[in-house]
């Protein structure tokens, strides 16, 4: 359910991250007029019908239970509706600003198509999209689609981001660089069909908490500036340097402050636990929302898994599991690790080897059974379904070989 996070804003500000990340060509959406709220968007027809399910790659023969989805474009995020029966898939187009929406059913079969330069799940009929212009991917128009194709509906207003929460919820986001003042970045809670009134001071929406509750922002320090940059901020991004600010977890609809805390990086990823009751950054900070007592963990944090355990990288590249009692080393897991609906159920990569050989084997374990499946690794992320379906993108870094592909994997538990 996630939106565009702190590291992707402050790559679209500094314009540089999507031009890398859009690979072959895609279906360039309409922009939509401001006005037109009470407009209905255009579908844009996939590259497949709707319920084609391709076979097995030429270049070689998948293993069991595994099947090629959609060659897709580059493929930026895959988000689960809230029940978990279909997928949303962000692929980026071959223009600046171009992109689309797929939804998936758990066979893999298309069922819509959205443009879509940013997404976010409303509810489990409903998905949210941004669609921007070429000429100016910080402001776009954003439109709320049911998934049968029978209503979408404008949003009135220019926003920059979005982020859904899945429960009927969705926070809108000012356009990147519509201040000159970065710690007064704004953001509207659009819900139940109505958007509300502008709430500004937090900083940025990084991340709802499954309950959809709890909002997590992220407020940077830095000040003054044109073009939306502080020029403090522009400073350390070109130094490479850490931006200083304010990390604060709100409850909605009280607006009431639950958490707030200095941060040592507003460009850090931040997690919910699934009971809500603690908030990780990527940094390796593990805070308790009810007293705001912290611990400080060796490595970067990549998320927790649904039993309640937090994903560390090593120093090393190595992925354990952390909790308060023990540390778990993760076999054949290096640098990235995914997890289903236990942590039995993972998708990994092994460390490369000593040639930094490609492409490496990415290894799927069900309930404790494994496969592997070879995979280019410049771009590699996973989703599992509650019933223990995996969904992995892979892809190479050079669009003109066309290996970017969703693969659907369903192997049988143990």
């Known amino acids: 359910m996630a939106g565009i996070g702190g590291l992707e804003r402050l790559a679209i500000l500094a314009a540089t991250l999507l031009i890398a990340a859009c690979g072959s060509p895609g279906t360039a959406p309409q922009t939509l007029p401001p006005s037109a709220a009470s407009a209905k968007a255009t579908i844009t027809a996939p590259a497949t019908p709707p319920g084609t399910v391709v076979g097995a790659s030429p270049s070689g023969l998948l293993p069991p239970g595994v099947t090629v989805v959609d ?3 580059s493929i930026q995020r895959l988000d689960w509706s809230p029940s978990g029966k279909l997928l949303a898939v962000l692929t980026c187009g071959g223009e600046l600003g171009t992109g689309r929406a797929d939804i998936l059913d758990l066979a893999g079969r298309r069922i819509a198509s959205f443009d879509a330069f940013d997404m976010a799940w409303v509810d489990d009929s409903h998905l949210m999209t941004l ?3 070429p000429n100016d991917t910080a402001r776009g128009t954003v439109t709320d689609h049911s998934i049968d194709g029978t209503e979408a ?5 220019i926003f920059g981001g979005m982020l859904g929460n899945g429960h009927g919820s969705v926070a809108l986001m000012a356009p990147v660089g519509a ?3 970065p710690a007064g970045e704004s953001f509207r809670i659009w819900s139940n069909g109505q958007l509300g009134s502008r709430i500004a001071g937090f900083g940025r929406p990084e991340r709802w908490s499954s309950d959809g509750r709890l909002l997590a922002l992220v407020r940077e320090s830095a000040t003054g500036g044109a073009n939306g940059l502080g020029s403090e901020t522009a400073v ?5 340097s850490s931006i200083p600010g304010t990390l604060t977890v709100l409850k909605l609809p009280e607006n009431a402050t639950v958490l707030k ?4 990086d507003t460009r850090l990823d931040v997690y919910f636990s699934p009971d809500g009751s603690r908030l990780a950054t990527s940094g390796g900070l593990v805070l308790s929302l009810a007293d705001g007592s912290s ?15 937090l994903v560390v990288v090593g120093g090393d590249g190595r992925v354990s599991l952390w909790t308060p009692a023990r540390t778990a080393a993760i076999p054949n897991a290096f ?4 997890f289903g609906p236990s942590e039995a159920d993972v998708a990994t990569l092994p460390a490369p080897d000593e040639n930094l050989s490609f492409p490496v084997a990415a290894v799927v374990r069900r309930a404790g059974g494994s496969l592997s499946i070879r995979l280019n690794v410049s771009l590699v992320m996973a989703v599992w379904s509650s019933g223990g379906i995996c969904f992995i993108a892979t892809g190479t870094a050079d669009a003109q070989r066309e290996d970017n592909r969703l693969l659907r994997i369903q192997l049988p538990a143990g």
């Open 335 to 338: 640098d990235w690790a995914d």
């Open 236 to 240: 350390l991004l070109a130094a490479g």
């Open 153 to 157: 509906d404008i949003v009135p207003g």
């Open 71 to 73: 060659t897709a474009n």
């Open 131 to 133: 669609v921007v212009s």
């Open 261 to 264: 805390r200095p941060l040592d």
């Open 179 to 181: 201040s000159d003042d």
């Open 295 to 309: 611990t400080q963990l060796t490595g970067s944090i990549d998320g927790w898994t649904s039993e309640g355990a």
